[in-house]
């Protein structure tokens, strides 16, 4: 599998964004997928996750009530919607496709990582 995301940009504080990353192969919805964000200087952290049949969602808690994840299966795609950004969102944004079973924040249980897209927020 083969991710590619896209959608990141420069938004002041307050403002939305609509990350989306695209998979290619006919396994897409074979794959419990996640985002996880690596904030300047900081390690990759987890920010959210959805399952294979979309049915279960997980957030980390800093970004609960503002970020809602979503896949498109017909699309091969999952998104991050991203409202009411804060300059601390402002990170390296990957999207990852689920290999092993585990918890859902830890990096290694996801075997593939799209390049990363760029979100900078203004204050």
């Known amino acids: 599998v083969q991710l590619q995301a896209c959608g990141g940009g420069l938004v002041q504080a307050g403002g939305s964004l609509r990350l989306s990353c695209a998979a290619s192969g006919r396994t897409f919805s074979s794959y419990g997928m996640g985002w996880f964000r690596q904030p300047p200087g900081n390690e990759r952290e987890f920010v959210a996750f959805i399952s294979r049949g979309g049915g279960s969602t997980s957030y980390a808690d800093s970004v609960k009530g503002r970020f809602t994840i979503s896949r498109d299966s017909a699309k091969n795609s999952v998104y991050l919607q991203i409202n009411s950004l804060k300059p601390e969102d402002t990170a390296v944004y990957y999207c990852?496709?689920?290999?092993?079973?585990?918890?859902?924040?830890?990096?290694?249980?996801?075997?593939?990582w799209g390049q990363g897209t760029l979100v900078t927020v203004s204050s």
């Open positions: 990852a496709a689920q290999i092993q079973s585990g918890v859902a924040t830890t990096p290694r249980i996801y075997g593939y």
